[in-house]
Nanobody, 115 residues
Framework: QVQLVESGGGLVQAGGSLRLSCAAS????????MGWYRQVPGKQRELAAT???????NYADSVKGRFTISGDSAKNTVYLQMKSLQPEDTAVYYC?????????WGQGTQVTVSS
């Protein structure tokens, strides 16, 4: 019902910035919350940030003050602005859409932070 297309991942040096984009299509009227999660091989996928349809945001302690999640309703797109990136932020970042009864995930985009 909902398709998520991600972009913006890449290689960046420590202290640098990167912006991820996630465009939603399909039954977008059913989306309650969207967010960004990240996963390192062998580790559990973890929350980075979420945003509700009304604009309420939530952040993991590890990214507070450095990452900003925002949405553009006209473009049905959610962004993750990442600043002061650290090697520990290296992971595959996944976009997520909560439609109430289930969740939809993007394909993931690799973010690599070099020291």
């Amino acid at each position: 019902q909902v398709q998520l297309v991600e972009s913006g991942g890449g290689l960046v040096q420590a202290g640098g910035s990167l912006r991820l984009s996630c465009a939603a299509s399909g039954s977008i009227f059913s989306i309650n919350t969207m967010g960004w999660y990240r996963q390192v091989p062998g580790k559990q996928r973890e929350l980075a940030a979420t945003i509700t349809r009304r604009g309420t945001t939530n952040y993991a302690d590890s990214v507070k003050g450095r990452f900003t999640i925002s949405g553009d309703s006209a473009k049905n797109t959610v962004y993750l602005q990442m600043k002061s990136l650290q090697p520990e932020d290296t992971a595959v970042y996944y976009c997520n859409a909560d439609i109430g009864w289930t969740q939809t995930w993007g394909q993931g985009t690799q973010v690599t932070v070099s020291s």
